[in-house]
């Protein structure tokens, strides 16, 4: 995408400017739920993409990268509610294991769209990982 505006659903669901439409369309909520991430995404600064980056290796290659510091970091008692990319990481943490594997693998096709060189660092992120338990 040329633009910083997310794909239209008519878009995401034939693949329409994707090289990759082999797979079936996708569900509604599958896809409304791609468009509010990558909308999400493009609102993000550096930190946040940062921080997603992590997320989405750690999915990716579950028990491979050490997550524990994170997650004891949500586990605190806040005194405060929590702000707007920690309710959108919940969220997309919920989504993301509803998720099949295909459409987990259409998401981050949809998100190399958007964002190749994010996307390329994803895929160094992982293969860091390679042979670490």
Known sequence: MSDSTPPSLVDLAYGLGS???????????????YRCVLS??????????????EDLISKAAPGKVCSLLTQLTTMQVRDR???????????????F??????ERNAFLNRLEETDPMFVAQFYTGVAG???SD
């Open 19 to 33: 090289s990759r439409r082999q797979s079936p369309p996708l569900s509604f909520v599958t896809l409304q739920e």
């Open 97 to 102: 294991e509803s998720w099949t594997e295909e």
């Open 81 to 95: 509610p929590p702000n707007i990319f920690e309710c959108q990481l919940r969220l997309w943490t919920q989504w």
């Open 40 to 53: 999400w995404f493009l609102g993000w600064g550096t930190t946040q993409r940062q921080q997603f980056l």
């Open 129 to 131: 990982t390679a042979g």
